[in-house]
């Protein structure tokens, strides 16, 4: 069983359509980041947060440190929305950087 | 673009061989991440550079080592090549502390290098 669990793995949503990919994780962590790999490859890093929500443009992130579980949101979705997200999370005492890594869910926005 | 800059883009070797692969990070970043992207394993966290140092280490084989210089860019070097060594490794950097506006923790990826072991 992976440390950092994902869901869906895969999702095919309709444009404006709102959007939620899960994170749970079975290891304490002190923060959790959201990616967004794009079908070339790079990675961009969308949020890291440790408590409570946030907020860029239509995405949102949520996470309940209790409950080891995290959100992300996208809202009236866009095909340009489609790529992977991946969430990772950050070790008790460790760096930025230090990252165990969800299997990511793969998004396709049709138009 | 992130500001972080890999080369190569694409390498193709063949079983047994070395590859050096470059990073250089945003400007003032000062910790370099290595990660490595499989069809298998997917991301996973290779070793931490802080300043020079050596901060943390992951999942790094001894095959694979990595230094950073004294103008903070870092080199991944992969040894002995192995068929299960193909895969898109990922530099990142960060900024440690607030200052200027940036945040701590914002990780800045750069584009991979693809390396293909034939």
């Known amino acids: 069983k992976n440390e950092v669990e994902q869901s869906p793995q895969n999702l095919t949503a309709q444009e404006g359509e709102f959007i939620t990919i899960n994170c749970s994780y079975s290891?304490?962590?002190?923060?959790l980041h959201w990616l967004q790999q794009h079908p070339g490859g790079g990675i961009v890093s969308l949020f890291m947060?440790?408590?409570g929500k946030k907020k860029h443009g239509r995405l949102i992130a949520t996470i309940n440190i209790q409950e080891k579980h995290s959100s992300l949101h996208i809202t009236a979705s866009h095909p340009r929305d489609s790529a992977v997200y991946i969430c990772?999370?950050?070790?008790?005492?460790?760096?930025?950087?230090?990252?165990?890594f969800g299997k990511g869910t793969k998004l396709s926005v049709k138009p | 673009d992130s500001g972080v800059t890999q080369t190569p883009k694409h390498l193709i070797t063949a079983t047994g061989q070395r590859v050096t692969l470059r990073c250089s990070p945003r400007?003032?970043?000062?910790?370099v991440y290595w990660y490595q992207q499989s069809l298998d394993q997917g991301l996973q966290f290779l070793i931490q550079?802080?300043?020079?140092?050596?901060?943390a280490k992951g999942n790094i084989l001894e095959r694979f080592s990595a230094q950073q210089f004294p103008d903070l860019h870092s080199e991944l070097n992969l040894s002995s090549l192995e068929l299960g060594d193909s895969a898109l490794y990922f530099c990142?950097?960060?900024?440690?502390?607030?200052?200027?506006?940036?945040?701590?923790?914002?990780?800045?990826f750069g584009e991979g290098s693809r390396l293909t072991v034939l």
């Open positions: 400007s003032g970043d000062l910790s």
């Open positions: 990142a950097s960060s900024f440690p502390g607030t200052s200027g506006g940036r945040k701590t923790g914002e990780l800045f």
């Open positions: 947060l440790s408590s």
């Open positions: 550079y802080y300043n020079g140092e050596e901060r």
């Open positions: 290891v304490g962590i002190s923060a």
């Open positions: 990772a999370g950050m070790n008790y005492g460790g760096s930025q950087g230090n990252l165990i």
